[in-house]
């Protein structure tokens, strides 16, 4: 199997002679996919859909710019960062840049970081599982030389006609890797809504270190400092940083609820209270104050009635 026509011949759609090229047609689905995802977890976790496009323009904006800044810092020249066309984006920069963005939304709303990380790293992973095909369209991120013809297929290998050899198809590695971390976490943060906020987030971190560690050994373009690859560094450092989280976390649960995964019935503050938008809130103190005015216009009613008796008693 090998689409290479997808990056040679045909790169893309052309609309009035520009191109669009299929890499980006495929990140974009990886987007809209995501977003669809984040807004069903909001909703299952009782925050505000309305707040999903909010999420959205927070951290696409600034996961660009992390995932473009980490590349041309790692792997090309800063003086090249405009030139987006010519390609370029590390998913790890994009991860630092997006939560930024998660910060900057949760500050804005006054909301969890926790709660709302878990409802979008479902939708990160999964973005990401199919993104990666569109290194396979721009014949990339390919893993060791196959020389042996009866490994010469595909998914374990694909044809790079650059190199007109057949390499290891990593990129097919990454991409079913992290659909399977997705279904994972995304039925964790559905089922158990009511766990306390983090678990998901850790999840996502260990689960997606552990796969990229593994993944990164096999590739032929990885970064390397010394003798030590970039990528599988960060890896280590993720897995490490998300067990000791969910070892603080089960050690916070231990101590408040008596058992390390949190209170049999759940957290009780886990779910969080019911947010308003703006018209809906302006809709409420519109109600409110009809009730109040209708609760005084009662009054002054049974007020009158009540002192018009005496006032006749004075007139005789």
């Known amino acids: 199997m090998n689409l290479s026509l997808l990056a040679t011949d045909n790169p893309g759609i052309t609309i009035f002679g520009f191109t669009i090229y299929w890499y980006a047609i495929i990140i974009v ?119 042996d013809p009866k490994l010469q297929w595909f998914p374990y290998a694909v044809y790079i006609d650059d190199q007109g050899a057949w390499y290891q198809a990593t990129f097919f590695y990454e991409s079913m890797s992290c659909l399977l971390i997705f279904a994972i976490l995304f039925t964790f943060a559905w089922l158990y809504r009511k766990k306390p906020s983090g678990l998901v987030f850790c999840g996502y971190i260990m689960l997606y270190g552990i796969e990229r560690f593994f993944v990164e050994g096999l590739r032929s373009d990885s970064l390397y400092v010394g003798n030590i690859r970039v990528s599988q560094a960060l890896s280590l450092v993720l897995v490490i940083v998300g067990i000791s989280l969910v070892l603080l976390q089960m050690y916070l649960n231990r101590k408040k609820y008596g058992s390390c995964f949190g209170a049999k019935i759940g957290e009780p503050l886990a779910i969080m209270p019911k947010f308003y938008t703006k018209e809906q809130r302006k809709k409420m103190e519109e109600a409110r104050l009809a009730k109040e005015r209708a609760a005084k216009a009662a009054a002054e009613k049974d007020g009158a009635a009540a002192n018009g008796p005496s006032s006749d008693k004075k007139e005789e």
């Open 29 to 147: 689905c990886g987007v809209i996919l995501a977003t669809v995802v984040v807004a069903i977890l909001f909703k299952r976790r009782n925050v505000p859909t309305e707040w999903t496009l909010d999420l959205l323009i927070c951290i696409l904006p600034i996961g660009i710019i992390g995932a473009r800044t980490y590349y041309c810092a790692f792997y090309g020249n800063m003086s090249e960062w405009l030139h987006f066309r010519d390609g370029g984006l590390a998913i790890y920069g994009g991860i630092i840049g997006g939560a930024i963005g998660v910060v900057v939304f949760c500050l804005i709303h006054k909301i969890s970081f926790w709660r709302v990380a878990d409802c979008l790293v479902p939708g990160v992973i999964l973005a990401q599982g199919i993104g990666r095909w569109g290194n396979f369209v721009n014949q990339e991120a390919y893993g060791n030389l196959v020389t």
